[in-house]
């Protein structure tokens, strides 16, 4: 099984949001239908810009804490790392 750390954005360069799961695609819907209120579905948070899979959910939950006390400069240079554009990742994970 995989656990998973993930940033959403409500726009590039918008609101950020980071969490961790042990399902991305069941979470993803979650936070696109906004069926859990919330800071994501007060904000619409909805953008999965970035995730990282982990072998534990310890693992996805450190990486979750560690990225939550970075500051902004420090998450938005992570999720231009590997998604410059900001492209909606979760398109990869419903096709």
């Known amino acids: 099984m995989a656990f998973y ?11 950020l949001y980071t969490g961790h799961t042990d399902s991305l695609t069941k979470r993803m819907w979650e936070h696109r ?9 007060k904000y619409g948070v ?11 959910r310890e693992g996805a939950f450190r990486r979750e804490r560690q990225i939550k006390k970075w500051n902004r400069s420090w998450e938005i240079r992570l999720i ?10 979760s398109e990869e994970l419903f096709g």
């Open 5 to 15: 750390t993930y940033i959403l954005a409500s726009q590039p360069n918008g609101t």
């Open 33 to 41: 239908e906004g069926v859990r209120p919330g800071f994501t579905a």
């Open 46 to 56: 909805k953008l999965l810009v970035r995730y990282e899979p982990h072998d534990t």
């Open 80 to 89: 231009r790392s590997v998604n410059p554009d900001w492209r909606d990742l």
